[in-house]
């Protein structure tokens, strides 16, 4: 996607921008290779180590501004409640900056720790997440935030799902596409078996909304950091459980239960979870996500492979997660 400025010219300006703003010299930088489209960099400065962002141009546009700067608001806010999180620079009273060019955006301190590979998160670690997950879902619900009369995902119908999946099937015999077909159908059988009337037990609040691996910093033993708080908005709680269980947990088609009754444990030292509604959590990231990963038009990069196989691993899987849930049993594998 063309950015309209080169990585070189764009690191130069905000350089200057953050050393004008916050008095910083930076000494050294380090670009951070992750994350879709947007730009970092690890800067060290002469008043310590800090992490820059920029928000990709193209990209921003399908967000709200305001949206994006009351989860930044939220976000320094759950830091001094003592949520494991970056905490955000202010500048003239504003988080979400803007450059003389136009570019927006944030600056915050470096968050040390590491990134765990989807499925490689070890009991300790997911314990202490789970514990933090259920700290920022208190703090998220506190009453400091007001709760909206509806939640942004609005749950469609078996009916309308299904009449999806059959267009989307329609489109791959059109296009001779076989092996995305295969996977389609086999979404479209597990929706007409479905039974939606148990998500009438959800709950809706704020959450994060973007809890997945990439956004998570651990040390040896415990979660460091939570980070990328951008999509934060109200919606259902389970989003947050089922994404991080799915995304934690699932490793070479088997679910780690282990793991999971680890982040159970942790989010009941913090908060309120049962495996009922941990189990739905696992069926609602799949009816939500199902139609983002599975689609004709490929994604591009290694994360949305690994969401594809997460919704298919589901799909297979939704009416055998109660059993699962039980910790005696031998771990359950599914091969498609």
């Known amino acids: 996607m063309e950015t309209g400025i080169t990585n070189e010219s764009l690191w130069t300006s905000l350089k200057e921008e953050v050393e004008t703003r916050f008095g910083f010299e930076v000494e050294k930088y380090t670009p951070i290779k992750r994350g879709w489209l947007n730009q970092k960099w690890k800067i060290e400065t002469n008043q310590g180590v800090y992490l ?9 546009k399908l967000y709200d501004l305001q949206t994006i700067q009351s989860a930044l608001q939220t976000q320094n806010r759950l830091f001094s409640k003592g949520l494991a999180c970056p905490e955000l620079l202010s500048y003239k009273g504003d988080l979400l900056q803007k450059s003389a060019e136009g570019e927006l955006f944030t600056v915050m301190r470096f968050m040390e720790g ?51 999946w059959q267009t989307e099937l329609n489109k791959c015999d059109e296009q001779g596409l076989d092996q995305i077909r295969s996977l389609m159908d086999f979404q479209k059988t597990a929706t007409l078996t479905f039974n939606i009337e148990q998500f009438e037990n959800l709950t809706p609040g704020w959450c994060h909304r973007d809890l997945w691996v990439d956004n998570l910093l651990f040390s040896e033993n415990h979660i460091t950091a939570i980070l990328d708080f951008d999509r934060m908005n109200y919606d ?45 959590s696992l069926r609602l990231v ?25 919704m298919v691993w ?5 009416e055998q997660l109660e059993n699962m849930m039980n910790w005696k049993k031998e771990e359950v594998t599914f091969m498609f």
């Open 114 to 164: 590491r990134l765990i590979a989807p499925g490689h998160v070890s009991n300790e670690q997911i314990q202490s997440l789970g514990e933090e997950v259920g700290k920022l879902h208190n703090l998220l619900n506190d009453g400091t935030l007001s709760a909206k009369s509806e939640t942004l995902f609005k749950l469609p119908s078996i009916e309308e799902r299904v009449e999806y």
């Open 236 to 280: 259902y709680l389970e989003m947050d459980i089922g994404r991080l269980i799915i995304s934690t947990c699932l490793q070479n088609n088997t679910l780690n239960r282990k793991a999971v009754q680890a982040f159970l444990t942790g989010y009941n030292n913090t908060n309120e979870l049962s495996v009922e509604r941990l189990v739905m």
């Open 314 to 318: 589901l799909a297979g899987h939704l």
């Open 52 to 60: 820059i962002k920029q928000y990709n141009r193209e990209r921003i």
């Open 286 to 310: 799949w009816y939500m996500e199902s139609t983002w990963w599975i689609d004709v038009i490929p994604h591009e990069g290694e994360p949305p492979k690994r969401f594809q196989q997460e």
